[in-house]
């Protein structure tokens, strides 16, 4: 159980940083505007895909959280 509870206490640490670098404007000009980010609109209706966003941070993830089963 103690590597559980050290595990959600790093994985906090790294949700806490992201959501500082975000939220003081990090990614503000390309983040959700990449390439292969589909956005769609005609009248009333907005259609946003960001699927090169969502790739990006999936493998940025997916090696934050390999590198962590490393340590």
Known sequence: MNDMGKSLVVLGVVVAAVGLLLWS?????????LP????????NV??????ATCLLA??????????????
């Open 46 to 51: 907005n259609f946003y895909f960001p699927l």
């Open 25 to 33: 404007g990090f990614g503000h000009g390309w983040l959700g505007k």
């Open 58 to 71: 999936s493998v940025i993830l997916s090696l934050v959280l390999w590198l962590l089963r490393k340590l």
């Open 36 to 43: 292969g980010d589909f956005h769609y609109a005609k009248g």
